[in-house]
């Protein structure tokens, strides 16, 4: 969700391609023993230049496909990720739509577009399994598609803001948001978790334009309406702003979006951050053990392999996170397939999948059979939120001890 030059871009994770305007990425590693075997592609369609750039998605996913590669490949076929960059234009997306059908995609990872339904329409129509999360203006994906398998979703991490806010003492909310459908869904879906916190009350949504960048003046909008906790949703850009403007007068809640580089640049102004999530975020993802760790090995291990500068650990996000899981889940599930993989049985054992784990990173396991009973949000499959605070002194996050299910508190608002 930040602006990231396009030097940073690793030649070992992509190589330039002109198949129908898209970036498309080679294989995430490979192993001494590879087999003559077709490899697996995982399609990622994601913004790479324009207004919002995820190169950190793609770094993550290389770093999880190259270990597996590394240790013999999903039932012995290599990985090989693909990305088309979407540049979040409805046109190019639909370009990218077209090229997962023709590059026979066996599935997608990490569909992080939204500015139209076109790659939403191939993966619903043509059964393709889009394995991971969400970008913001794909919240329709929660509901209407019967392909989206979603683990990690930020754009629903602001709706749990206000739980996060009422247990730093925060009363009075608002809400800054892009003024797209997605954010205006973020904001009324936050006023209503605000009627399930006891003590709270909801004051004024503010409507920010996506490429807006100076976001001063409509902060002090939020400040003349007496608010004393502020609902973000937007780019990291005018994340940053925000903070900064408001210099820690108020309480700051969106998703675990900033960069440990970045909140540490911003310095004292960044006491007031919450980000909600539902991983631990990237500077304390080893504590918890488990995949935490894996992840972080994995994350090393391809670092020190190519020269790509996403996969440092400074630079980590919690897209970089979901990259990485995208690519485990369809490992894990991949590999108790019986006979080929391929795009259907990829799309059956999804939808029969009930025991999806990721230890140390996601709190329950996740149940792709179990929908939601709030129809805008059926498939939202890991609901489950903790606030965690930004220390500027020791300079990482640390949990406030706030957790939310959103479903919960959508339920109990309504």
Known sequence: MRTRAKGLMAMAVVVAAAVSGCATGGSGGSSGGQTSAEPIVLYAPIPLTGSRQYYEIVAGANAAAAAINKAGGVKGRQIEIKSCDTKS????????????????????????????????????ENKIASIGG?????????KDSVAAFNLTTGPTAPMTCPAGLGGDGRTTFGAMVTDLASGALIAQAAETATKAVPGTTWAKTIKV??????????????????????????????????????????????????????????????NTWIGMSSTPPVDIVRAGGGDGVLFADDMA???????DKLAAEPAWRYTTLTGWMSVRAFQRVAEKIDGDISQKSVFDAFTKTTDLRFPGLLPS???????????????????????YKWDATKKHFASTGTTANLITLLSKGQ
């Open 209 to 270: 334009l996506p490429e807006a960048t100076d976001v001063a003046g409509l902060f002090q909008t939020a400040l003349d309406s007496k608010v004393n906790g502020l609902v973000l949703a937007g780019s990291t850009t005018q994340l940053v702003g925000v903070v900064q403007a408001n210099n820690n007068r108020i309480g700051l809640c969106g998703p675990d979006s900033l960069t440990v580089d970045a909140l540490t640049k911003l310095g004292p102004a960044g």
């Open 89 to 124: 234009d409805p046109t190019q997306e639909a370009a990218c739509a077209q090229d997962i059908l023709k590059t026979k995609a066996t599935a997608v990872i990490s569909q992080a577009s939204g500015r139209s339904t076109a790659i939403a329409d191939v993966t619903n």
């Open 301 to 307: 291990a391809y670092g020190a392999s190519s020269n």
């Open 365 to 387: 396991p996740v149940d792709f059979t179990k929908f939601q009973p709030i129809p805008a949000f059926a498939r939202v499959f890991v609901p489950e939120y903790t606030a």
């Open 134 to 142: 969400l970008g913001f203006g794909s919240l329709d994906l929660l």
